[in-house]
C-alpha cells in the first residue's frame, strides 16, 4: 500500500535558524505530494505541493523538491520564525483506479520556534 | 465567515451514546471528507463522498456513519460511542477536477471526548 514516513518530532528550533523536516513516501504508482500545516487550533491548510519529479513546491518560504529517485519530499525553510510553530504533515495523492484521489498523510512534525 | 464550518467545536459524550457531528462548506465543492486525528497516528479517513449520492469507506469507518444531506453538508454519525473514539474530527473538501494535485480544505476541527 501507500504510506508515507516523516520524521519523529517534536522539533524546537531557535528563530531564525535552517528548518529540514524529512519525509519518504513507498506508492504503488506515480503521486503527487503534499505539505499541510496545522496552526494550533486550526484545520490543516495546504503549505505546497509538487506533481511531478523535479519539482519545487514552494511558499512563505517554505521549499519541498520532489525526488523520485529517493522517493523524497523534504521541507526545508532558510529561517524560521516563531510563527512557523505548528505541525507539519506531508501526504501524497495516486489515483486509486475508482476515480478517487485520497490524501495518504504521515504523523505529523511538530515544529516550535523561540524567540 | 469561514469555507468549511464544523459543529460543534467541543463535546463530550457518554458511552454509548449517538452523537453527531456536522459539517458545512460554502466553496461549492462535490468532494467531501471526514478524517479522525489521534495524537502520532497523523489523520486516517473515516467516509468521503463525491457527490450527494455517493458515499465511501475509507480506512476505519466502523463505529461511525455519515449521511450527505446535500452538496453543502456532510454529517458523521457515532451510533454507539466508545471511548478510543475520542479525537480530533476534521471534515475537508476538495473540488472534482479530477487532478492528482487537488486540494482539500480543512474545517477547524471537532474535538470529542467520549467518557
Known amino acids: 500500500g501507500n504510506s508515507v514516513t516523516q520524521m519523529e518530532g517534536p522539533v524546537t528550533l531557535s528563530e531564525e535558524a535552517f528548518l529540514t523536516i524529512n519525509c519518504t513516501y513507498t506508492?504503488?504508482?506515480?503521486?503527487?505530494l503534499f505539505w499541510y500545516v496545522q496552526y494550533p487550533g486550526e484545520g490543516l491548510q495546504l503549505l505546497l505541493k509538487a506533481t511531478k519529479a523535479d519539482d519545487k513546491g514552494s511558499n512563505k518560504g517554505f521549499e519541498a523538491t520532489y525526488r523520485k529517485e529517493t522517493t523524497s519530499f523534504h521541507l526545508e525553510k532558510g529561517s524560521v520564525q516563531v510563527s512557523d510553530s505548528a505541525v507539519y504533515f506531508c501526504?501524497?495523492?495516486?489515483?486509486?483506479?475508482?476515480?478517487?484521489?485520497?490524501?495518504?498523510f504521515g504523523k505529523g512534525t511538530k515544529l516550535s520556534v523561540i524567540p | 465567515d469561514a469555507d468549511v464550518t464544523q459543529t460543534p467545536r467541543n463535546r463530550i459524550t457518554k458511552t454509548g451514546k449517538r452523537i453527531m457531528l456536522e459539517c458545512s462548506q460554502t466553496?461549492?465543492?462535490?468532494?467531501m471528507y471526514w478524517y479522525r486525528q489521534d495524537p502520532g497516528l497523523g489523520l486516517r479517513l473515516i467516509y468521503y463522498?463525491?457527490?450527494?449520492?455517493?458515499?465511501n469507506k475509507g480506512e476505519i469507518s466502523d463505529g461511525y456513519s455519515v449521511s450527505r444531506q446535500a452538496q453543502a453538508k456532510f454529517s458523521l454519525s457515532l451510533e454507539s460511542a466508545i471511548p478510543n473514539q475520542t479525537a480530533l474530527y476534521f471534515c475537508?473538501?476538495?473540488?472534482?477536477?479530477?487532478?492528482?494535485?487537488?486540494?482539500?480544505?480543512f474545517g477547524p476541527g471537532t474535538r470529542l471526548l467520549v467518557l
Open positions: 475537508a473538501t476538495s473540488d472534482a477536477s479530477g487532478q492528482l494535485q487537488e486540494t482539500q480544505y
Open positions: 463522498s463525491f457527490d450527494v449520492k455517493d458515499i
Open positions: 466553496k461549492g465543492h462535490d468532494r
Open positions: 501526504a501524497l495523492t495516486l489515483n486509486s483506479g475508482a476515480g478517487s484521489y485520497q490524501l495518504t
Open positions: 506508492a504503488t504508482g506515480y503521486p503527487s
